[in-house]
């Protein structure tokens, strides 16, 4: 019985794979309207393209406003609290 049990379960996980790489080739394929009807796989790869052509400027600073402060302030109080309890 354990067998056929891990036996269903494989070739349930195998024909979902299956699945979903049969929907995820024909969404990547598709044809947008919006986007001049380049596929989202079209539309990456020009992203990607042109994010190597032109290097990326980092502004290295970090400027915090006063809501910033108090969300990584309530960040590290749940952080401690919660390393803290489990002890």
Known sequence: MKFICMLYIEVFCLTFRSTLTFFQRGWNCHRLRREGNQSPLQLWTRH?????????????????TGW????????????????FSAC
């Open 48 to 64: 990607q393209n042109e994010a190597q052509q032109e290097p990326m400027q980092v502004d290295m600073e970090m400027k915090l």
């Open 68 to 83: 910033d402060h108090v969300v990584i302030g309530s960040l590290m109080l749940w952080f401690l609290k919660f390393n």
